[in-house]
């Protein structure tokens, strides 16, 4: 009977994770997720990092197979998270780091949807860091990564990315192209009851609607300011604006679309109406903490200060910012 004897230890070892901490580990990564929308990176970022540490000492234990397969795709969604949060609070490095372990940790899982949504989050850094052409080589990297594979949904969100990266490098016609695939891919979503995971039930109609804006108004910019791309924009950005208004628990989205529809109005010289919209993202950007939201917002009033600093409402709203958003230390 000795040959036997090795094997229970195993079983009788209390394996250091049982199925309730798995799910509750799975659900507070949803739960962060939400609040990083409600509150911006600012709050809860530290609360990520600690929860991703705990998830990747976990995995240095030798765990059951489907154990560990379910702690990867964990540390990728909370890298993942930790990466996102980072960029939202202008920490671009460290963001990267984030994202680059959340990709490996995708790979781990065995989990290429997963694995798209981290280069979609990359891509969308490589956009904000003025380098579209690493930001469209990411989307079309995830795009091959998971064809055969992603939900409508997170296709439809990879389509719009593209349309961004195109838009940035003023392609017009691709960019256009790119974003009515977006639209098209996006009316499949969701209606066959799929069971769609967590990190991609953020990608609404508000937020398709958002992206295809923010497409045409970057196109507008890219092409020297064009009125003819931001009457493309205006619609879309209205239809976003509405949307996020009427939800509680996106609320930098709702913010930084106000300041999209914004810049819309100035690139329409229409500085009144930008004014008074900067004003409702002002009063939403004092209760999100998101250095990306206040940077977006200060470079808006500013250039509508620059170049219709004789309007008064412009003039109310630069001071207005300065008293209530002065620059922080935090965006360093």
Not at 51 to 69: C, G, I, M, W
Not at 124 to 148: K, N, T
Request: include cysteine; hydrophobic fraction near 40%.
């Amino acid at each position: 009977g000795e040959a036997e004897k090795p094997a229970p230890p195993a079983e009788q070892r209390p394996s250091r994770l049982s199925k309730p901490e798995l799910e509750l580990l799975e659900s507070t990564t949803a739960m962060f997720r939400l609040w990083d929308a409600q509150c911006g990176g600012g709050l809860r970022r530290k609360a990520v990092v600690g929860q991703l540490h705990e998830v990747t000492d976990l995995l240095q234990e030798p765990q059951p197979e489907a154990t560990s397969k379910r702690l990867f795709t964990c540390a990728a969604e909370l890298a993942e998270l930790a990466g996102w949060m980072s960029y939202d609070v202008g920490l671009q490095p460290n963001a990267q780091k984030y994202f680059v372990l959340a990709l490996h940790a995708a790979k781990e899982a065995g989990d290429k949807p997963l694995g798209s949504y981290v280069l979609s989050s990359m891509s969308r850094q490589m956009i904000h860091l003025g380098r579209p052409d690493d930001a469209l080589e990411l989307v079309h990297l995830a795009q091959y990564g998971s064809r055969d594979c992603a939900t409508p949904r997170t296709q439809a969100m990879l389509y719009a990315m593209e349309a961004r990266a195109y838009a940035n490098m003023g392609q017009p016609s691709k960019c256009k192209r790119a974003a009515r695939m977006a639209e098209e891919t996006f009316a499949d979503a969701g209606g066959d009851g799929e069971r769609e995971p967590d990190w991609i039930r953020f990608f609404s109609e508000a937020e398709l609607n958002a992206e295809n804006a923010h497409s045409y108004r970057d196109l507008a910019y890219v092409a020297g300011r064009s009125p003819t791309y931001a009457s493309l924009a205006e619609p879309v950005m209205e239809r976003a604006v509405e949307l996020f208004a009427k939800d509680d628990d996106h609320q930098r989205s709702y913010a930084l679309n106000l300041i999209g529809m914004a810049t819309v109005h100035l690139l329409k010289k229409e500085p009144e109406q930008s004014a008074a919209l900067g004003r409702q993202a002002l009063d939403i950007a004092c209760k999100v903490r998101s250095e990306r939201v206040n940077t977006r917002l200060r470079k808006t009033v500013y250039t509508a200060a620059r170049d219709f600093g004789g309007v008064a409402e412009v003039t109310e709203l630069t001071d207005e910012l300065n008293a209530q958003l002065p620059e922080s230390a935090e965006a360093v």
